[in-house]
């Protein structure tokens, strides 16, 4: 990251669980953690300390993690990423769709969530100092220009397909939801019909992935949505 | 509680209506004595009827005199029929008798000459109304029956009404005691008594007992009557000695369900006496209609049902919170200490690192098969289907599974044109996960395990074949049971026999099918998920240029 450390407020009431995420994120990408084991400190702490990214566990002894993810978003922008135990598909839905960035899954490794932080942060920070051109492994998007380069040979994409690449490019490692993207691609009167959805990320696969039968760049989130990883390399943590 | 019910015109289903009345009169305590009030709703019953049948006689007299004697004879008797009907449908046979007779009568003496006489000067006259008389009683009988048999339909209809209600709630309760709690209240408001519902001993020991307002010494009684040779009923006396109860009980061929007690209440009278006859009558058939709705049933399944309940439910909140929050501290922990330099150089510590983390993943796989299986016993596998690429769903599994197949050799393969498939994907996911387990746990490490996924006139083939163990005709035949497993297997594989249970429940919610094959010992397996294709609308598609 390009600042010197970003500070991670960190709302889980496990201790274990706080104690293994401080470490990860102190030993890796310069984070500075601080921890709260209640959404009333977590509150407290993301109001006067100014994270510049929120880890929230769903399951908190004084409140649901989704109210506060709520009232975090009634005034900040903050990334957010939400730890659950076992969230269902719908329940994922909800939540990116109340404003969480993205989600990680109990349980899960560091790497996991380094990832998915290093994501969001990468998102927030984008909107301030706009970098017109995203790279996703092999995959270069000029999202000015409208131009795509695959192992820096352009590639034609219909308007369709391009639309989709930029969505999830502007999302880069950041999972978008299907309705995200048919709202994005379609107009309103079609824009439920997950169908099409289905097939245009088949065509899109046809031709960036290096293997369309196991894609590696644009990935499903089962029920959920898609995501485009920014490396390759991404996909085998574990 | 039951006591509320006194003074309370109750509904009774199984007993004709006048019945009703009457068995709900004894509870009335203000009244003077039981005989006079009887005689008085006799009086009520039977005379007013009556004498409103005469009158309506006399207004109709009253209504021709004043159109006066321009209204030819004949005529007239037509209009004497109206009371005799009237009085048909709404009180039965005997007011219309008396109505048509009293109609008769009326029409001669005011309008038959000789006027204001009841002698018949003419022959015609004389059949015309005995004519008159007759079609009076015939149509009066008729209306009179048409009126029975409405009301026996409509009571009919109220039984089935009120016994169906009945049925719900006790299909609703959860508990033995909320079963007791309703069939008190149920008898309670159908006898107009205090009623008290006793089950077997061994039941109630471990629920809580019901408040049911029967003193200590009918309690015991009943008691003794939880036998199935026992006398079917009883009257005793409570100890206070100053209401009688009768006791009945509620017994199948080998099976005592419980033993219903009825406060009849004071002295040993007549009216007393009359009442009981009764109040047996109506318990013989309770006791049977309780039979009828197996009553044993329910209460076994309520307590089952509140068993399993409650440790689904401490499963599902607290215990896999418990249980899966100390996995994920351990596995977080150890990819931690999977990334710090000096151990990911140490050939000694690395190794062990991966095997914490892989013992913790797979405990927490085997808590979500065991959360699948719940919610496959609970019957609570709800599909949301949406359109799927079938690649995504084998993709994802293998990607989950990794750990597991990792001492395999993994090939996958897919046909070029793959149509997609209207699945809940998480499911089907899940079902391929389990049968993907456990072709990496009954194959020799190294040995090849290969996906192929193809395209078949309107299906999708998903077919996961191991070159391991295989299956006997004998094993084959039980597959899909919950727990089966192999004979062979048991000692040597660790696992709980749900894997392809979980995953044929899965498969079949979302309107597809396994089929495993194998060419016998040794000869590997070949499991399939057959799945239909989804149906794109073409004319509408994705509209792409």
Not at chain 1, 174 to 193: A, C, F, P, Y
Request: hydrophobic letters at 45%; one cysteine or more; charged letters at 20%.
């Amino acid at each position: 990251m390009s600042k010197p450390t970003n500070l991670v407020l960190l709302i889980d009431d496990e201790p274990k669980i706080r104690r293994f995420i401080r470490a990860g994120f102190e030993l890796h990408g310069g984070f500075t953690v601080q921890e709260a084991e209640d959404a009333a400190e977590g509150l407290q702490a993301a109001t006067f300390n100014a994270p510049d990214l929120i880890i929230l566990d769903l399951a908190l002894p004084d409140r649901r993690g989704n109210e506060v993810l709520d009232l975090v978003r009634s005034w900040s922008n903050v990334p957010i990423i939400i730890l659950s135990v076992e969230a269902n598909e719908e329940e994922k839905v909800r939540l990116l769709e109340a404003g969480a960035d993205d989600y990680v899954v109990k349980p899960f490794g560091i790497a996991e969530l380094i990832a998915r932080s290093h994501a969001a942060l990468r998102r927030y920070f984008k909107t301030a100092n706009e970098n017109p051109v995203v790279v996703a492994g092999p995959l270069s998007i000029d999202l000015v220009n409208r131009t795509v380069l695959l192992n820096n040979n352009q590639i034609k994409l219909t308007r369709k397909q391009y639309r989709l690449l930029h969505v999830l490019a502007t999302h880069l490692g950041l999972v978008v939801t299907h309705d995200q993207l048919l709202d994005d691609i379609w107009s309103t009167s079609v824009r439920k019909n997950i169908q099409y959805l289905r097939i245009l990320v088949r065509d899109l696969r046809q031709i960036i992935e290096p293997d369309p039968n196991r894609p590696r760049l644009l990935v499903t989130e089962s029920g959920v949505g898609y995501r485009l990883q920014s490396k390759i390399e991404d996909i085998t943590l574990s | 509680m039951p006591f509320g019910m006194e003074g309370k015109f109750c509904k009774l289903p199984w007993l004709p209506p006048r019945l009703t009345e009457a068995s709900a009169a004894p509870g009335r305590r203000d009244a003077p004595s039981d005989n006079a009030w009887l005689w008085r709703r006799l009086i009520i019953a039977g005379g007013l009827p009556l004498v409103t049948s005469l009158l309506l006689v006399g207004a109709a007299t009253a209504g021709l005199l004043l159109v006066g004697r321009f209204f030819q004879a004949n005529l007239v008797t037509i209009v004497y029929l109206i009371p005799v009907m009237l009085a048909a449908t709404w009180w039965g046979t005997w007011p219309a008798v008396a109505a048509a007779i009293a109609g008769a009568a009326a029409a001669d003496f005011f309008f038959y000459p000789p006027y204001y006489s009841f002698r018949l000067d003419d022959t015609q006259a004389a059949i015309d109304l005995l004519l008159f008389l007759l079609v009076a009683l015939v149509s009066g009988d008729l209306a009179s029956r048409l009126r029975r048999e409405t009301e026996t339909l409509r009571h009919r209809e109220d039984e089935l009404q009120y016994l169906y209600g009945f049925s719900r709630r006790l299909a609703a309760c959860h508990t033995v005691s909320d079963l007791v709690e309703a069939i008190q209240d149920y008898l309670s408001e159908s006898l107009g008594r205090h009623t008290a519902f006793f089950i077997p001993a061994p039941v109630t020991a471990s629920q809580s007992t019901v408040a049911n307002g029967a003193p200590a010494f009918i309690q015991n009684q009943a008691a003794a009557m939880m036998k199935p040779d026992a006398e079917p009923s009883r009257i005793i006396r409570d100890e206070t000695g100053k209401s009688l109860w009768l006791l009945r009980n509620v017994v199948s061929a080998e099976t005592v369900y419980g033993v219903i007690a009825v406060d009849i209440g004071g002295e040993p009278d007549a009216a007393v006496d009359e009442r009981t006859g009764r109040v047996e009558a109506i318990l013989l058939e309770a006791s049977q209609t309780l039979q009828r709705l197996d009553i044993g049933g329910a209460m076994e399944e309520a307590s089952h049902r509140l068993k399993d309940q409650l440790l689904r439910d401490a499963f599902h909140g607290n215990l896999s919170h418990e249980l899966r929050s100390p996995l994920a501290a351990i596995k977080g922990s150890a990819s931690v200490l999977e990334t710090i330099a000096s151990i990911r150089d140490e050939n000694q510590a690395l190794p062990l690192v991966s095997t914490i983390t892989g013992e913790a993943e797979r405990l927490d796989s085997f808590i979500g098969n065991l959360l699948h299986a719940m919610r496959v016993s609970a019957s609570d596998v709800r599909p949301h289907l949406s359109c799927a690429d079938p690649r995504d769903i084998v993709n994802a599994a293998l990607h989950r599974r990794s750990r597991q197949l990792a001492a395999h050799e993994v090939t996958s393969g897919f046909d070029r044109d793959l149509p997609m498939v209207d699945v809940d994907s998480a499911l089907v996911e899940e079902a391929c996960g389990q049968l993907l387990d456990n072709a990496a746990k009954y194959s020799p490490a190294g040995s090849t395990i290969s996906v192929a996924v193809k395209a078949a006139s309107g299906y999708v083939n998903i077919s996961i074949s191991d070159r391991g163990a295989g299956i006997t005709g004998e094993e084959r035949a039980q597959l899909g049971q919950r727990s089966f497993r192999g004979e062979r297997h048991r000692d040597v594989v660790p696992g709980a026999g749900l894997g392809l249970w979980i995953a044929s429940t899965f498969i079949s919610a979302n309107h597809g099918s396994i089929e495993i094959m194998s060419e016998g010992l040794g000869c590997g397996t070949t499991a399939s998920i057959i799945l239909p294709e989804a149906i794109i609308d073409e004319d509408t598609g994705p509209n792409d240029e």
